[in-house]
Nanobody, 130 residues
Framework: VQLVESGGGSVQTGGSLRLSCVVS????????MGWFRQAPGKGREGVAA???????NYADSVKGRFTISQDSAKNTLYLQMNSLKPEDTPMYYC?????????????????????????WGQGTQVTVSS
């Protein structure tokens, strides 16, 4: 499974960006997908999660500003980012797990609480200037 992100760039505070992540194949119909970010010298932060049952979860730092969605026909995961702030700046990565089934809460734990997730993209840079 390969994941390829795109859509990063430079914007001013208050601007918007939409990140895309093309997934090469869905190996099962049950999956957990998420967006992460990591600034230089800092730990990885999960920002948004979406599972195959449609459950969405967000980090408190992005609630109300970011929206995770997908287009299954295009095998693409999206992250719409609005009202961007300078602290939203780092590298963004998408990731996915394909499972026999996805229990409720699994994706929340995997993405937002530092659980294991197996397939990763190479990242796309977001820079928000003040």
């Amino acid at each position: 499974v390969q994941l390829v992100e795109s859509g990063g760039g430079s914007v001013q505070t208050g601007g918007s960006l939409r990140l895309s992540c093309v997934v090469s194949e869905y190996t099962t119909n049950s999956y957990c997908m998420g967006w992460f970010r990591q600034a230089p010298g800092k730990g990885r932060e999960g920002v948004a999660a979406l599972d195959s049952d449609g459950r969405r979860n967000y980090a408190d730092s992005v609630k109300g500003r970011f929206t995770i969605s997908q287009d299954s026909a295009k095998n693409t995961l999206y992250l719409q980012m609005n009202s961007l702030k300078p602290e939203d700046t780092p590298m963004y990565y998408c990731a996915a797990d394909f499972l026999a089934r996805v229990p409720g809460g699994y994706c929340y734990t995997a993405v937002l609480e530092g659980g294991d997730i197996n397939h990763w993209g190479q990242g796309t840079q977001v820079t928000v200037s003040s």
